[in-house]
């Protein structure tokens, strides 16, 4: 973890933040719960073991994605992940069976995948408590 963010707690340091207050969107903690992913993958590949929780990072990369105005498919938001793509294609459709992911599965891969309405608030209220 780079030396900036050690001390700063949770919300980091006070440069992020819409409109300069201070305290970082939901958008700034999900990207940076996204980093610490990769380097938490990246400190454990030497040891052949990928430390992965797929459905909260499916769910991370779809918010962090529309919080940017990004459209992905299937295949781009399963591809993305660190594990075979069988495996997060799984992880994507018990997602959508619980409500927590919306596409179409008759489109196969290139199908647009988006967060619901009540997911997505769910994440913005738990990454922005």
Sequence with gaps: MPDRMIGAGWHGPGKLGAAGSGRPTAHDIATRMLAFNTARDAAFAPYGMVVNDIAWELMLRMFVA?????RLTV??????????????????????ANGLLDYDERAGL???VRLPVV???VLRQLLEA
């Design 66 to 70: 529309q919080e940017r105005g990004v």
């Design 75 to 96: 295949q781009q938001l399963c591809g993305d992940v660190a594990t075979p793509r069988g495996v997060s294609l799984r992880w994507a459709r018990a997602l959508q």
């Design 110 to 112: 290139s199908a647009q």
């Design 119 to 121: 997911a997505a608030q």
